[in-house]
């Protein structure tokens, strides 16, 4: 564990390892390549199997801290914060990367602020300097600018990154790593507060683990004709997602919003119907593999991150997509 | 009862301008308003005080401005107003900024509930409500989307995570950071305006609050910003232009190539 010099905070629900768990693995691999360190990857939970935890080795993590107690099975910041400084306290990390959920979100300022260190959250891009030393940077004032940010003097240097932001790590089969055991026990797992159950949501929409996305902006002028993007989403069978103007204007939920104040995308296809792509916008999606544009102005931002764009009437444009699709080559 | 609510000034950031030459904001001529998240927490610790009494305090961490958004929050009806200032306080990060922060509720004492917006539309870490709790060893529930009952010792909530809504019981005195859902933000009222022009702030200064000097501004913040960039985009976009049925057509066939060209269909 002592050149484990690199943390990532990895997440499990119901014993199964998250997938930005391995989003998180997959950055750490460039950075420890450059800080030429070991990777270890943290994990909180109860009687964890070793065949999941060694999913973590197999995707670049040296070494497995998984700290386990019945109370631990799930998130509790009062016990999960104890134990996280402990540990670091014992193994002194020179980095901790967590992802930005409503756990990473919660422990890792609790922590920072606890361990009198840095935090920089929503972290777009890491690297490493020559010192070592971690460069964090993220959008700042609404995303108009990047800043690139340090933390100086301290230890350990912390930062948390989107979730989807990144691709996850493809596993090596037969990786070896080590995977070291806690008691949580060991520390004092008191709370003060009680978590009674998780009514779990019924969102039919999974707009982070869709590998479509379709996203729909002003352009479409009114409620009553989303209805045509989501007869284009259901022949795609992609998700169908929005920007604040759209969700602000209450034609699509906030769950639908992709952008710095909604949701971050990865997808393998992004398709952009009657949006300007505002910077903000962008910063949600630009990161898709594929992006397809459709607008009227040859002049809007959306073409500047798009792989094809078409130049016109959206209303005209995708009713002809649409029959296309229905009839594949007869058209 | 005494609910603290922590707001911002922030600018309105619909109007941010870049200065294009320099990759630089400018701040001239641009409003500042209470950070649009921080109204949630304000009605959150507005109806907790209609329903179950006691007093309800704003207060903001800013230059001597910040007392308009102090003055706004009156108006929609918190009783009092705190106004932390300093010059000693200019380039706090978060950690500094949680710090002052958490001490001056150390002076205010006894506060049962601390209410934070998600987070500030301009810093946009959410850090500071977690911050402040664990620099007070305050419990924290994060992200809460209800409150559904209160009680001398304990509050219930619905907390939202990513698989849907977790029930906790918390302990007083407790921090909490709310989301868009927990109220409908008030509007100001025409009494509440008359109120809010008449009221004293509380002006609470570097001096006042035991401080290390070195936790605290510039010097005190572990963050540093090393560099500031315009973001770039950069893709090679192949153009279609759609004017007439025939190039519609036409440009339909070539997305469609390339979807499935990419194996998207
Ligand atoms: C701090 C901050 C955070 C923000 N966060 C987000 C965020 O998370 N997500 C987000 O989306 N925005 C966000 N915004 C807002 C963002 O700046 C833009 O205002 C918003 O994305 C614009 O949405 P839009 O593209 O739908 O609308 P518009 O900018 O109005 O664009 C509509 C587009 O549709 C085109 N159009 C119109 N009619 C047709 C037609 N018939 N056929 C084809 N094209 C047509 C127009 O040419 C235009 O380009 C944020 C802003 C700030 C300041
Ligand atoms: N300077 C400040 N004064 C008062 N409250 C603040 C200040 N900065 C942040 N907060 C509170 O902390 C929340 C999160 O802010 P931030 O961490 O800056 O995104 C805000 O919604 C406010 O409730």
């Not at chain 1, 998250?18 to 800080?35: I, P, Q, T």
């Not at chain 1, 398709?271 to 962008?282: H, N, R």
């Amino acid at each position: 564990m002592n050149n484990a010099k690199l943390w990532i905070l990895a997440e499990q629900f119901e014993g199964e390892i998250l997938k930005v768990s391995y989003e998180l693995l997959g950055r750490a691999k460039d950075l420890s390549k450059k800080k030429n360190c070991q990777v270890a990857a943290v994990i909180f939970g109860a009687n964890l199997g070793d065949a999941e935890l060694q999913k973590l080795i197999d995707r670049g993590a040296d070494f497995v801290l998984a700290i386990e107690a019945p109370e631990l099975k799930h998130f509790d910041n009062e016990a999960y914060s104890r134990c996280m400084l402990g540990m670091i306290d014992k193994y002194e990390p020179e980095i901790i990367i967590a992802a930005a959920t409503s756990t990473g979100r919660t422990l890792m300022p609790y922590v920072a602020m606890t361990a009198h260190t840095g935090l920089t959250a929503d972290c777009t891009v890491l690297d490493i300097d020559e010192e070592g030393k971690l460069l964090q940077t993220r959008p700042a004032i609404g995303g108009n600018i990047m800043a690139t940010i340090r933390t100086q003097g301290f230890m350990p240097q912390m930062a948390t990154v989107r979730p989807h932001s990144s691709k996850p790590a493809a596993p090596v089969e037969g990786r070896v790593g080590e995977i070291v055991r806690v008691d949580g026990n060991d520390f004092d797992l008191s709370s003060n507060i009680k978590r009674k159950e998780l009514v779990l949501s019924s969102e039919e929409l999974q707009l982070q683990e869709a590998d479509k996305v379709v996203i729909v902006g002003r352009g479409i002028k009114r409620a009553e004709n989303i209805k045509l993007i989501r007869e284009l989403c259901d022949l795609l069978g992609a998700a169908l997602g929005a920007t604040r103007d759209v969700v602000d204007r209450g034609w699509l939920s906030y769950p639908h919003q992709v952008g710095l104040s909604g949701k971050t995308i990865n997808p393998k296809l992004c398709v952009s119907i009657g949006v300007s792509g505002a910077i903000q916008q962008l910063a949600g999606m630009q990161t898709a593999e594929n992006i397809i544009a459709i607008n009227k102005d040859p002049e809007a931002q959306i073409f500047k991150v798009a792989d094809i764009g078409m130049v016109g009437d959206l209303f005209e444009i995708v009713p002809v997509l649409i029959a296309k699709l229905k009839n594949g080559e007869s058209l | 009862m005494r609910i603290v609510v922590l707001i911002k000034q922030v600018p309105e950031t619909k109007s941010v301008k870049m200065d294009e030459e320099t990759g630089t904001v400018i701040r001239e001529g641009v409003e500042s308003i209470v950070n649009p998240l921080d109204l949630y927490a304000i009605e959150a610790a507005i109806s907790l005080k209609d329903q179950y009494g006691g007093e309800t305090v704003a207060v903001s961490m800013g230059p001597p401005k910040a007392d308009i958004c102090i003055k706004e929050a009156l108006s929609m009806g918190i009783d009092k107003g705190v106004l932390v200032s300093d010059r000693a306080f200019a380039g706090s990060d978060t950690w500094a900024t949680s710090y002052i922060l958490g001490e001056t509720i150390k002076l205010l004492g006894d506060v049962d509930m601390i209410i934070c917006g998600e987070r500030a539309t301009d810093g946009d870490t959410g850090q500071v409500g977690p911050e402040v709790a664990a620099h007070l060893s305050l419990p924290v529930a994060s992200y809460i989307n209800a409150i559904e009952s209160f009680n001398n010792n304990s509050v219930s909530l619905s907390r939202q995570v990513e698989q849907g809504d977790e029930m906790l019981d918390v302990a007083l005195p407790c921090l909490l950071t709310v989301v868009k859902e927990v109220a409908t933000p008030r509007l100001p009222t025409l009494d509440g305006k008359i109120r809010a022009k008449a009221a004293d702030i509380q002006l609470i200064t570097a001096d006042m609050l035991k401080l290390n000097p070195d936790y605290i501004g510039l010097k005190g913040s572990p963050t540093r910003v090393a560099k500031i960039f315009r973001p770039k985009v950069t893709r090679e976009c192949e153009l279609l232009f759609a004017k007439d049925d025939a190039t519609i057509h036409a440009g339909v066939d070539k997305l469609y190539a390339f979807l499935d060209s990419k194996e998207a269909l």
